[in-house]
Protein backbone atom coordinates (compact mmCIF):
# COMPACT_ATOMS: atom_id res chain seq x y z
CA UNK A 1 0.00 0.00 0.00
CA UNK A 2 1.16 3.45 -1.06
CA UNK A 3 1.06 6.70 1.20
CA UNK A 4 -1.20 9.19 -0.23
CA UNK A 5 -0.12 12.24 -1.46
CA UNK A 6 -0.70 14.57 1.50
CA UNK A 7 2.08 11.90 3.52
CA UNK A 8 4.67 12.64 1.02
CA UNK A 9 4.33 15.79 1.19
CA UNK A 10 4.37 16.26 4.71
CA UNK A 11 7.37 13.57 4.76
CA UNK A 12 9.33 15.13 2.42
CA UNK A 13 8.90 19.07 4.11
CA UNK A 14 9.98 16.93 7.54
CA UNK A 15 13.13 15.42 5.81
CA UNK A 16 13.74 18.81 3.91
CA UNK A 17 13.73 20.64 7.68
CA UNK A 18 16.23 18.39 9.56
CA UNK A 19 18.53 18.10 6.73
CA UNK A 20 18.62 21.95 6.22
CA UNK A 21 18.71 22.22 10.04
CA UNK A 22 21.74 20.12 10.39
CA UNK A 23 23.41 21.91 7.79
CA UNK A 24 22.70 25.23 9.41
CA UNK A 25 23.85 24.71 12.66
CA UNK A 26 27.19 25.78 10.75
CA UNK A 27 25.94 29.08 10.61
CA UNK A 28 24.77 29.45 13.71
CA UNK A 29 21.14 29.79 13.75
CA UNK A 30 18.24 27.32 14.76
CA UNK A 31 15.29 26.30 12.87
CA UNK A 32 12.76 28.74 14.52
CA UNK A 33 15.21 31.67 14.28
CA UNK A 34 15.98 30.45 10.47
CA UNK A 35 12.02 30.80 10.18
CA UNK A 36 11.84 33.94 11.58
CA UNK A 37 14.20 35.59 9.48
CA UNK A 38 13.07 34.15 6.13
CA UNK A 39 9.61 34.65 6.43
CA UNK A 40 10.71 38.66 7.02
CA UNK A 41 13.16 38.22 4.54
CA UNK A 42 9.95 37.94 1.81
CA UNK A 43 7.73 40.67 4.19
CA UNK A 44 10.19 43.51 5.41
CA UNK A 45 8.51 45.99 7.24
CA UNK A 46 5.33 43.10 8.51
CA UNK A 47 4.41 43.59 12.11
CA UNK A 48 4.55 41.37 14.89
CA UNK A 49 1.00 40.01 14.80
CA UNK A 50 1.55 39.54 10.97
CA UNK A 51 4.40 37.37 11.32
CA UNK A 52 2.83 35.62 14.01
CA UNK A 53 0.31 34.62 11.50
CA UNK A 54 2.91 33.62 8.38
CA UNK A 55 4.52 31.21 11.03
CA UNK A 56 1.22 30.16 12.51
CA UNK A 57 2.40 30.96 16.00
CA UNK A 58 0.88 32.89 18.84
CA UNK A 59 1.89 36.36 19.22
CA UNK A 60 3.42 36.30 22.62
CA UNK A 61 5.93 33.53 21.41
CA UNK A 62 6.61 35.70 18.08
CA UNK A 63 7.48 38.64 20.13
CA UNK A 64 9.92 36.57 22.41
CA UNK A 65 11.39 35.16 19.46
CA UNK A 66 11.88 38.87 18.35
CA UNK A 67 13.28 40.45 21.61
CA UNK A 68 15.44 37.35 21.17
CA UNK A 69 16.26 38.23 17.45
CA UNK A 70 16.47 42.29 18.40
CA UNK A 71 19.14 41.27 21.25
CA UNK A 72 21.34 39.66 18.53
CA UNK A 73 21.09 42.51 16.28
CA UNK A 74 19.44 40.63 13.60
CA UNK A 75 16.25 42.28 13.99
CA UNK A 76 15.07 45.90 14.09
CA UNK A 77 11.88 47.34 15.20
CA UNK A 78 10.75 50.67 13.56
CA UNK A 79 7.70 52.35 14.49
CA UNK A 80 4.75 52.20 12.10
CA UNK A 81 3.89 55.28 10.58
CA UNK A 82 0.47 54.00 10.17
CA UNK A 83 -0.25 52.53 13.97
CA UNK A 84 1.41 54.17 16.71
CA UNK A 85 0.84 51.20 18.83
CA UNK A 86 2.78 48.68 16.25
CA UNK A 87 6.37 48.10 15.28
CA UNK A 88 7.43 46.87 11.97
CA UNK A 89 10.35 44.63 11.75
CA UNK A 90 13.52 44.99 9.51
CA UNK A 91 16.34 42.66 8.80
CA UNK A 92 19.85 43.93 10.37
CA UNK A 93 22.98 43.78 7.62
CA UNK A 94 24.02 40.80 10.01
CA UNK A 95 20.79 39.07 9.33
CA UNK A 96 21.01 39.21 5.71
CA UNK A 97 24.37 38.35 5.51
CA UNK A 98 23.14 34.89 7.42
CA UNK A 99 20.01 35.03 5.23
CA UNK A 100 22.67 34.95 2.17
CA UNK A 101 24.65 32.02 3.61
CA UNK A 102 21.07 30.52 4.34
CA UNK A 103 19.87 30.36 0.25
CA UNK A 104 23.04 28.53 -1.15
CA UNK A 105 22.51 25.79 1.88
CA UNK A 106 18.43 25.15 0.69
CA UNK A 107 19.67 25.22 -2.78
CA UNK A 108 22.16 22.67 -2.55
CA UNK A 109 20.13 20.11 -0.75
CA UNK A 110 17.66 20.50 -3.57
CA UNK A 111 19.70 20.02 -6.26
CA UNK A 112 20.95 16.73 -4.61
CA UNK A 113 17.08 15.91 -3.89
CA UNK A 114 16.65 16.47 -7.67
CA UNK A 115 19.69 14.00 -8.57
CA UNK A 116 18.94 11.83 -11.43
CA UNK A 117 15.70 13.81 -12.59
CA UNK A 118 15.20 15.47 -15.68
CA UNK A 119 14.87 19.22 -16.07
CA UNK A 120 11.29 18.43 -17.88
CA UNK A 121 10.36 16.30 -14.60
CA UNK A 122 11.29 18.68 -12.45
CA UNK A 123 9.67 21.68 -14.30
CA UNK A 124 6.40 19.20 -14.65
CA UNK A 125 6.57 18.54 -10.64
CA UNK A 126 7.01 22.36 -9.52
CA UNK A 127 4.00 23.17 -12.18
CA UNK A 128 1.96 19.96 -10.68
CA UNK A 129 2.94 21.40 -6.85
CA UNK A 130 2.24 25.07 -7.88
CA UNK A 131 -1.44 23.77 -8.94
CA UNK A 132 -1.99 21.56 -5.67
CA UNK A 133 -0.73 24.86 -3.68
CA UNK A 134 -3.24 27.44 -5.21
CA UNK A 135 -5.89 24.47 -4.64
CA UNK A 136 -5.26 24.39 -1.23
CA UNK A 137 -5.02 28.47 -0.82
CA UNK A 138 -8.35 28.54 -2.32
CA UNK A 139 -9.95 26.22 -0.05
CA UNK A 140 -8.11 27.72 2.95
CA UNK A 141 -9.80 31.16 1.76
CA UNK A 142 -12.94 29.76 1.31
CA UNK A 143 -12.94 27.92 4.57
CA UNK A 144 -12.23 31.35 6.45
CA UNK A 145 -14.75 33.10 4.63
CA UNK A 146 -17.24 30.39 5.83
CA UNK A 147 -16.09 31.19 9.35
CA UNK A 148 -16.17 34.98 8.91
CA UNK A 149 -19.71 34.47 7.91
CA UNK A 150 -20.42 32.15 10.77
CA UNK A 151 -19.01 34.65 13.49
CA UNK A 152 -20.57 37.73 12.04
Do not use: Y
Request: charged share 35%.
Amino acid sequence: MSDNIGFVIGDISRLIRRTFDERAKEIGVTRPQWRVLTWLKRNEGINQGGLAELLELDAMTVCRMVDRLQESELIERRPDPTDRRAWQLFLTPKAIAITNKLRPIGEELLQEAMDGISEAEQEQLHHLLDQVRSRFQRIDEEATDRRHIANG
